[in-house]
């Protein structure tokens, strides 16, 4: 039986949007949702990790 996810999914624009609320600096919004939609929001976590602040 399957389940159906827990939450519903986001566009790259919505995830974008979470970036900036989460404080990184987008200068390009448009850019930065292309950028999500052909590398995955996942991937891109790893190279940002070292900048958050309580992962300092």
């Excluded at 566009?11 to 949702?33: E, K, Y």
């Excluded at 976590?45 to 958050?52: H, I, N, Q, V």
Aim: hydrophobic residues 40%.
């Amino acid at each position: 039986m399957k389940r159906p996810f827990g939450k519903p999914a986001t566009t790259h624009a919505q995830q974008v949007i979470q970036l900036q609320r989460r404080g990184m600096i987008v200068d390009d919004p448009t850019a930065a949702a292309f950028s999500l939609q052909h590398l995955n929001y996942y991937r891109l976590s790893a190279y940002w990790l070292p900048f958050e602040a309580d992962h300092a």
